[in-house]
């Protein structure tokens, strides 16, 4: 499906994958890019877990299990997070950064990895890929940023910087650091 499409976002990661997923779908309809969309759970807004698009976006969530997310074809590889998970198939969290590094290798030169740089094992996966490279997180060294983080009140509140300049306030309606990370 996904070698049909121009622009191939998938988005990979032990934990986040069905939330970053739906908020992506969220943001390119709102764009009007009209996605076609595979979500691993039910999105309200397009009344279930998929959306045949009419346009050249496909945004998809993109599962590590049995390195199925192997046989994506995307040109944006989203690295959420790798940790040690779906212990029946990985041995180690070096085979689960060996998947995720051959995966995000798929995009090759042309492609970008965008990835979490708070997560260690998405650094050294990232490293190791020859593709432009989009780093998101807390620290500083992160590309993409969030600062100004107001996590005690709901909605959480923060500031998204690119490159050291602010470039929105959000406002999301969920709880928790790990949500921020979602977000980014």
């Not at 943001?27 to 890019?33: R, S």
């Not at 945004?59 to 390195?67: G, H, L, N, S, W």
């Not at 995966?103 to 990232?126: F, K, L, M, P, Q």
């Amino acid at each position: 499906i996904m070698k049909g499409h121009k622009f191939n976002v998938a988005v990979s990661g032990t934990h986040g994958k069905t939330t970053t997923t739906s908020m992506l779908s969220h943001i390119t309809l709102k764009a009007n890019l009209d996605p076609t969309i595979l979500v691993g759970g039910d999105v309200d807004a397009i009344e279930g877990n998929y959306k045949i698009g009419d346009s050249e976006y496909f945004v998809t969530e993109a599962c590590e299990y049995m390195d199925s997310f192997l046989d994506f074809n995307p040109n944006v590889a989203i690295l959420l997070n790798e940790e040690m998970e779906h212990v029946d198939y990985f041995k180690s969290i070096e085979q689960i950064r060996e998947s995720f590094t051959k995966y995000a290798s798929i995009v090759g030169r042309d492609g970008v990895v965008v990835y979490n740089i708070d997560d260690e094992n998405t650094v050294i996966s990232a490293e190791q890929v020859q593709a432009r490279k989009v780093s998101f997180g807390l620290s500083e060294a992160a590309i993409i940023r969030a600062v100004n983080i107001d996590l005690e009140r709901f909605p959480i509140e923060f500031d998204v910087c690119v490159e050291g300049e602010q470039l929105m306030h959000v406002t999301l309606p969920a709880f928790g650091k790990h949500s921020v990370y979602n977000a980014l």
